[in-house]
């Protein structure tokens, strides 16, 4: 750790408001980029689940259930 | 299997979809255990920088975002280039499918440098080769979205943004020469091909685990939005069906 005790690491040496603003965004990204592939195939499954409908009645697996 | 047996079936949708099932939460895996770690090891166990002191931490998020703004945009030359030539399925669904991705990381990167800069120019933004050329690329992207936006036929659209995404390809060596060519506020590269990284390994280790990481993600988003787009691409296949009910794995 190169830094002296967690205030020196939040305040970055004067520089703390642009680097965890910097950091802050690049997470909120990643998180939301994640999630919206793992929604995004979720929602493409029951799309086509809800189109097979009649055919293959119960074809709602285990991972799908809330 | 043969090299050019591996490219027809990559031509297949079907094909790269049973074959990417497996490596699609590898990469997400992959990447996440990559980028917390660079992230952690950039913010707390780097040394700071002998002249921009603690701020230099940004690069650890700037560069790997830059780093793929540019490699994104690089793919969907190739793609484009796949598409007007030989008409491959799978690269129209490139160009599709990763214009929203790469708009993305190409504003990380332009945000991430302004909030670099001002602590170390002095300025949240300045019209210096490099940081112009990278706005041109996000508009480049935004041109490549509005393109498909603006023509209703799905494959006069298709060779529309091939062509744009061909001819943008240009801005590409333009950004990685910018800061040789313009020498103005932004600095060198950090890594080269042909010689030993200036800063010491204790500051580039962090940094190239995060653009290991960042490639993790790109190839994670890659074959996500390819698998998703395949199956709406079809949705009456047998095959899609068959996954749909859950009796394909994965």
Redesign the interface.
């Given at each position: 750790?190169?830094?002296e005790d967690w205030q020196a690491?939040i305040a970055?040496?004067?520089?703390?408001l642009?680097?965890w603003?910097?950091?802050s965004?690049?997470?909120a990204?990643?998180i939301a980029?994640?999630t919206g592939?793992d929604r995004?195939?979720r929602r493409?499954?029951r799309h086509?689940?809800a189109?097979?409908g009649n055919?293959?009645p119960g074809?709602?697996?285990a991972s799908e259930a809330p | 299997m043969t090299l050019k047996q591996f490219w027809h079936r990559l031509g297949s949708p079907k094909w790269f979809f049973h074959m990417s099932g497996p490596w699609q939460g590898a990469f997400a895996v992959l990447a996440v255990l990559l980028l917390l770690t660079g992230m952690t090891w950039g913010l707390a166990f780097a040394p700071p920088d002998y002249q921009q002191g603690n701020s230099f931490r940004i690069i650890y998020v700037h560069v790997p975002a830059a780093v793929l703004a540019q490699s994104v945009y690089l793919t969907l030359g190739v793609a484009g280039v796949l598409l007007l030539v030989w008409r491959m399925k799978m690269a129209q669904l490139v160009l599709e499918n990763l214009v929203g991705f790469g708009a993305w990381m190409t504003a990380l990167a332009l945000f991430t440098g302004a909030v670099w800069g001002k602590p170390t120019w002095g300025t949240w933004w300045v019209f210096d080769g490099r940081t112009t050329s990278t706005l041109v690329l996000l508009f480049l992207y935004f041109g490549l979205y509005a393109l498909r936006q603006a023509i209703p036929s799905r494959e006069a659209a298709g060779r529309a943004c091939a062509l744009l995404a061909v001819v943008g390809v240009i801005n590409i060596p333009v950004i990685k020469y910018s800061v040789e060519w313009w020498t103005t506020l932004h600095q060198g590269a950090t890594f080269k091909l042909t010689e030993a990284p200036a800063m010491p390994a204790s500051m580039w280790a962090p940094l190239l685990v995060n653009v290991l990481g960042a490639y993790c993600l790109f190839a994670a988003n890659l074959i996500a939005k390819l698998r998703t787009a395949i199956l709406r691409q079809e949705p009456g296949a047998a095959w899609v069906r068959d996954w749909a009910a859950g009796e394909v794995r994965p």
């Open positions: 750790m190169m830094f690491f970055m040496g004067g520089h703390g642009y680097v603003m910097a950091y965004v690049a997470v990204l990643l980029n994640l592939l995004e195939r493409t499954r086509l689940q189109q097979l055919r293959t074809g709602l697996d | -």
